[in-house]
């Protein structure tokens, strides 16, 4: 498996501010994907992002509110847009190298006061 | 009913003891089956993955799965406070190409004593 790395690892933020979070893979991959994790809930699916295509969202995810980019085979971005304290939760990339299971990355810990 | 059930616990027990995590499932669709830890802090790492049903052990680590009933279980034997951490299964379905879509349970956190 690739070896993820994300920044920030953790931020406190304004509402109605915006963060990106950066998701770096140190092989090429095809397919990474953006998770949230609130406490008490599962580990849910925002996007799933291919290199050259747009991002396909999950249901009850809109780009507006978390644009993603995928410049790359071994980079993406997510951005909390116009955040509000509800999106303070774990964000979370990972890749699934081509196979049936999915590599985590560290998570992003983001606090909106 | 959610796609997958898992009883998040707390699960505290001494260590040395077995422990026996389960997930039950709804949907017959699901191929994949995995367990993740996380440890406070840290992203979920794979423990253990299979797709048939049965067993597959891991050193001290035992995956089961009845597909027949919908269920799966991690058995931690001899249990170490090192297993302390969040638990979490996972169950997957293709959705097209390489793209395999996971559903994962809240997660068990379970507290080994030393």
């Known amino acids: 498996s690739a070896v993820i790395s994300q920044k920030p690892s953790r931020d406190i933020c304004q509402r109605g501010t915006s963060l990106t979070i950066q998701c770096q893979v140190d092989?090429?991959?095809?397919?990474m994907f953006w998770y949230r994790q609130q406490p008490g809930q599962s580990l849910t699916l925002i996007a799933t992002?291919?290199?050259?295509?747009?991002?396909?969202?999950e249901s009850g995810f809109v780009i507006d509110k978390f644009p993603i980019s995928r410049p790359n085979l071994t980079f993406s971005t997510l951005t909390v847009s116009n955040m509000s304290p509800e999106d303070s939760s774990i964000y979370l990339c990972s890749e699934n190298s081509g196979s049936e299971t999915q590599y985590f990355g560290p998570g992003t810990r983001l606090l909106v006061l | 009913q959610k796609e997958v059930e898992q009883d998040p616990g707390p699960l505290s027990v001494p260590e040395g003891a077995i422990v026996s995590l389960n997930c039950t499932y709804s949907?017959?669709?699901?191929?994949?089956f995995m367990w993740y830890r996380q440890y406070s802090r840290k992203g979920p790492e794979l423990l253990m993955y299979t797709y048939s049903s049965g067993n597959k052990e891991d050193g001290r680590f035992t995956a089961q799965v009845d597909k027949s009933s919908k269920y799966i279980s991690l058995f931690i034997r001899d249990s170490q406070p090192s297993d302390s951490a969040t638990y979490l299964c996972a169950m997957s379905v293709n959705s097209g190409g390489s793209n395999y879509k996971l559903t994962f349970g809240k997660g068990t956190l379970l507290t080994v004593n030393p």
């Open positions: 092989s090429q991959v095809t397919m």
């Open positions: 949907n017959s669709a699901f191929q994949y």
């Open positions: 992002a291919n290199q050259g295509s747009e991002a396909t969202y």
